[in-house]
């Protein structure tokens, strides 16, 4: 079992849907990162959490501590949010400051 | 504002050649992380460094090798390379490695061993 998982693998909207990828990990973490990996590879970092909620333009990030779990939303999704978002989080603070990635959800939206 | 850069951005190697691929963190970040993405695969973590010093080791084969230079670049030095090192290589900087401060990634290196 991954440490890291994320769902849907796979999903497919259409234009103006709100979406929502999310993340579930069995280990202590300091931080929780979702990332964005476009076609040809380059990744983006969208947010970095510890705890509550972030917000940044259409894109909503959640975690909550206690149940391990972090959730991404997309409102009024668009063609251009079609990436491969990926969570990744950061052991705890102290040790080892590596990330571990989640496989990743492969969104796709269409007009 | 400026990124993480790496160079070169693809590379094309036969078996047992060695490849030096370069990370230049963004200014005034100390931490630097090296990633190793095969084809459809989860980025993997391989080594990282802070102030110069190797901070944490990942899944790295004995055949490659790293460092931080003091201008705080780094590179990532492959020997003996083989086909399964056909990847995408991402650089990775951070302002201290505690955990506080987000990761920024370059672009990547696509290397193709053939």
């Known amino acids: 079992k991954n440490e890291v998982e994320q769902s849907p693998q796979n999903l497919t909207a259409q234009e103006g849907e709100f979406i929502t990828i999310n993340c579930s990990y069995s280990?202590?973490?300091?931080?929780l990162h979702w990332l964005q990996q476009h076609p040809g590879g380059g990744i983006v970092s969208l947010f970095m959490?510890?705890?509550g909620k972030k917000k940044h333009g259409r894109l909503i990030a959640t975690i909550n501590i206690q149940e391990k779990h972090s959730s991404l939303h997309i409102t009024a999704s668009h063609p251009r949010d079609s990436a491969v978002y990926i969570c990744?989080?950061?052991?705890?603070?102290?040790?080892?400051?590596?990330?571990?990635f989640g496989t990743g959800t492969r969104l796709q939206v269409t007009l | 504002a400026a990124g993480v850069i790496q160079s070169p951005r693809h590379l094309i190697k036969e078996k047992r050649e060695t490849a030096t691929l370069k990370c230049y963190p963004i200014?005034?970040?100390?931490?630097v992380y090296w990633y190793q993405q095969g084809p459809g695969q989860d980025p993997q973590f391989l080594i990282s460094?802070?102030?110069?010093?190797?901070?944490d080791k990942g899944s790295i084969p004995d055949r490659f090798s790293a460092q931080q230079f003091s201008d705080y670049h780094s590179e990532l030095n492959m020997s003996s390379l083989e086909l399964g090192d056909s990847a995408l290589y991402f650089c990775?900087?951070?302002?201290?490695?505690?955990?506080?401060?987000?990761?920024?990634f370059g672009p990547g290196t696509r290397l193709l061993v053939l």
């Open positions: 990775a900087s951070s302002l201290s490695p505690d955990g506080r401060e987000t990761q920024y």
């Open positions: 280990v202590g973490i300091s931080a």
């Open positions: 959490l510890s705890s």
């Open positions: 990744a989080v950061r052991a705890p603070t102290g040790t080892a400051s590596k990330l571990t």
């Open positions: 200014p005034r970040h100390d931490t």
């Open positions: 460094f802070y102030e110069k010093m190797q901070s």
